[in-house]
T-cell receptor, first 115, second 114 residues
């Protein structure tokens, strides 16, 4: 497809369950970002990849959050032992280079609800 | 550190009226500024951006924004609102570091009524 895709679009998890969220960036885009958007808030940066290298994970809220992009394309955000405060929309974005000013193209997000 | 403040979480205008969405920023580096729009159940779409050069920036769908360094502002305007403009709007500034991490404001929901 032409845009960034994410799956699943909706995920309901019981507290303590592990979840995996997938992002398919635009083909050829070097940079990939994950953001967390809580209800009524703006997106907050989680982590950044340049190709397969995770260059910044300063926004990951705890060690229960883990992201990977092993082949420099598809990325997975994993949350272990989910908590209610993890409920949010998780957005993935990709850009051609990731340089200052580059447009980030966003996927539709995965809405995670933890019961 | 970088931060963004959007004044007014909800703005309501009549169709055909001026749209003004306010954004103020704080940045320790020369700011690159962005406005994104988010329609329900969709990802964010870039409306316009300021990097360097002309301070009045024109974007898609008739929107424009003016970078005012002295006021640390980047307000979004559109002369005449259309019903299809109803959405959530986010202002963002680039974060520090050598790549384009974005720091977003809390957003402004725009309602357009007939």
């Amino acid at each position: 497809g032409a845009g960034v895709s994410q799956s699943p679009r909706y995920k309901v998890a019981k507290r303590g369950q592990d979840v995996a969220l997938r992002c398919d960036p635009i083909s050829g885009h070097v940079s990939l970002f994950w953001y967390q958007q809580a209800l009524g808030q703006g997106p907050e940066f989680l982590t950044y990849f340049q190709n397969e290298a995770q260059l910044d994970k300063s926004g990951l809220p705890s060690d229960r959050f883990f992201a990977e992009r092993p082949e420099g394309s598809v990325s997975t955000l994993k949350i272990q032992r989910t908590q209610q405060e993890d409920s949010a929309v998780y957005l993935c974005a990709s850009s051609l280079e990731g340089l200052y000013g580059d447009e980030q193209f966003f996927g539709p997000g995965t809405r995670l609800t933890v019961l | 550190a970088q931060s963004v403040t959007q004044l007014g979480s909800h703005v309501s205008v009549s169709e055909g009226a001026l749209v003004l969405l306010r954004c103020n920023y704080s940045s320790s580096v020369p700011p690159y500024l962005f406005w994104y729009v988010q329609y329900p159940n969709q990802g964010l779409q870039l409306l316009l951006k300021y990097t360097t050069g002309a301070t009045l920036v024109k974007g898609i769908n008739g929107f424009e924004a003016e970078f005012k360094k002295s006021e640390t502002s980047f307000h979004l305007t559109k002369p005449s609102a259309h019903m299809s403009d109803a959405a959530e709007y986010f202002c963002a500034v680039r974060g520090s570091g050598g790549y384009n991490k974005l720091i977003f404001g809390a957003g402004t929901r725009l309602a357009v009524h007939p």
